[in-house]
């Protein structure tokens, strides 16, 4: 593992629970591969703009990776291909993930770009790898105290599998708003989850 790239969503950046676990996460990664390069894209600090209408113009009339309509897009799609491993830290707004990180996903998920559309499906043409996302949420929605639901998981999962990305593993800091009792109990149970990932797991070993 060369390259990591850390994805913050969260308007608190670096400060939110989020990213200061994903940051371990990062730190813990780089121990077990000692050279490792991190890329952060701080998605809230340095918003992305929507795709316009000449990035539109584009796709329709399959222009080639060169034309500067699509110049934002081959840039966000470079830096995810020439990642070995993809960690995003994202908040969960009104039920989903929020406007930072869909700029993103718009941007990446470009049809003969990184993924296919075929007779049976979109096929992804990006190469797997590790992925983390952190998702901090105030309310509870997972397990039996759920009181709302959860577009951002499954959403999530879908759009990472059509670009080829299926090594995923979400960890969830969720209820945050309990307080900081309730929330370092999340933290703790989330470090638990992460020390069981095989791409962590071997770090634990030699830790």
């Known amino acids: 593992m060369q390259r990591i790239l850390l994805l913050h969503c969260s308007p608190y950046g670096r400060q939110s629970r989020g990213s200061v676990l994903a940051l371990e996460l990062v730190e813990r990664l780089r121990r077990r591969h000692p050279g490792a390069q991190l890329l952060e894209r701080d998605l809230a600090r340095a918003p992305l703009p929507?795709?316009?209408?000449?990035?539109?113009?584009?796709?329709?009339?399959?222009?080639?990776?060169?034309?500067?309509?699509?110049?934002?897009?081959?840039?966000?799609?470079?830096?995810?291909?020439?990642?070995?491993?993809?960690?995003?830290?994202?908040?969960?707004?009104?039920?989903?993930v929020p406007a930072t990180l869909k700029s993103w996903i718009d941007?990446?998920?470009?049809?003969?770009?990184s993924f296919a559309a075929t007779e049976t499906g979109k096929v992804g043409l990006l190469e797997d790898r590790p992925t983390f996302v952190v998702v901090s949420a105030g309310g509870v929605y997972r397990g039996e105290q759920a009181r709302q639901p959860d577009f951002l998981t499954p959403y999530l999962r879908h759009v990472l599998s059509t670009i080829g990305i299926h090594d995923l593993e979400f960890i969830h800091l969720q209820g945050l708003v309990r307080g900081q009792e309730h929330a370092e109990s999340m933290l703790a149970q989330a470090r638990e989850q992460l020390a069981f990932n095989p791409h962590l797991a071997a770090q634990e070993e030699l830790s």
């Open 50 to 96: 929507a795709p316009d209408a000449g990035y539109a113009t584009a796709l329709v009339a399959r222009a080639p990776n060169e034309d500067p309509a699509l110049s934002l897009s081959e840039q966000l799609i470079g830096e995810l291909e020439n990642s070995d491993c993809l960690v995003i830290a994202t908040p969960m707004h009104n039920f989903t």
């Open 107 to 113: 941007h990446v998920l470009r049809i003969g770009r």
